[in-house]
């Protein structure tokens, strides 16, 4: 691990705050930027205004996901807004940055200025590590909502990606019935494999009425107006896909479905854990990068 680094952590949920600590302990020199709500270690130093990071740092580390809506720095625990033009203007070409969930146009934006611009869910050590606390937090979701235990619960999961493998063996260890959809051949033949039961995606509509909990995990419209109606009135939904998500909320409050959008569940529920993640991640790029 490179050592002695100055780093900036700008933005970002309770995930970032718990960073900039992480980060201090390990000996660097850190700044925190847009995290003026958040309680810091006093080895953290207060960065102040955003005009501060035209000074050279050896990492620029912005939060997961880097925006909160379109060109808006992702900003929870800060009583100001940053367009996102605004803040990559203040970096100099060759600076590194780490961020999450960028977009192709945020890319090119950073090429075209000779940024170094790196996401951490392109990255199988992050993106495996994350899914712990996601996969945790969304059974924490369904345990408060619900009045009765998930043991012997019929549970679906849509999706068979990183939150959806960790969420199967969860549920399935707890005692639920665990059913996965996917769309790949390869990965209907591991959902057997494991011993859950398998569908393709595109053919579960007409078994939604077997669920007493579905997890969705697929970004991408799923759960449409027609899907929901094929619901059960008692089931409870849980949608944890990014923005826009896979479930048509508008039509599940008509149908009087009960829904939760679970957004940004590792920040909530376990963000010292989450923290760590991203620290480690940090150090495998800048090692990977030789900073």
């Known amino acids: 691990m490179t050592e002695n680094l100055k780093l900036a952590v700008v933005g970002g949920d309770e ?8 980060l201090a302990n390990d000996g660097h020199k850190v ?4 995290l003026d709500k958040a309680k810091l270690s006093d080895s953290v130093l207060r960065g102040g205004d955003i005009s501060g990071l035209s000074k050279k740092f050896d990492c620029i580390i912005l939060p997961v996901p880097v925006c909160s809506d379109v060109n808006r720095l992702n900003t929870p625990l800060s009583a100001y807004q940053y367009h996102i033009d605004d803040l990559f203007s203040l970096f100099s070409a060759g600076q590194t940055v780490i961020a999450g969930r960028v977009d192709n146009e945020l890319f090119s934006k950073a090429g075209r200025n000779g940024i170094r611009l790196y996401d951490y869910l392109e990255r199988e050590d ?14 924490e979701v369904a345990m408060r909502e619900l009045d009765t235990t998930l043991n012997r619960k019929r549970c679906l999961i849509l999706g068979f990606g990183h939150i959806g ?14 059913t996965a959809t996917a ?3 390869g990965d209907l033949a591991w959902i057997h494999a494991y011993g ?3 569908i393709e995606t595109s053919r579960v509509k007409d078994s939604l009425s077997k669920y007493d909990i579905i997890f969705n995990t ?6 449409d107006e027609d899907a929901l109606s094929h619901v059960r009135g ?4 849980c949608d944890l896909a990014s923005k826009p998500g896979g479930v048509d909320f508008n039509a599940a409050r008509q149908l009087g479905l009960h829904t939760v959008q679970a957004l940004s569940l590792p920040g909530k529920c376990a963000p010292m854990s989450a923290a760590a993640a991203m620290r480690d991640t940090i150090y495998n790029i800048l090692d990977e990068w030789g900073n």
């Open 183 to 185: 769309r790949k051949f």
């Open 196 to 198: 859950y039961e398998a």
């Open 234 to 237: 008692d089931a409870f939904i």
């Open 218 to 223: 697929i970004p991408a419209l799923i759960l």
């Open 31 to 34: 700044y925190s930027f847009a």
């Open 15 to 22: 995930r970032q705050a718990k960073l900039c600590n992480l």
């Open 126 to 139: 992050f993106t495996v590590l994350n899914s712990i606390p996601t996969a945790e937090g969304a059974i």
């Open 165 to 178: 493998k960790l969420l199967c063996h969860y549920l399935r260890g707890i005692g639920a019935t665990v």
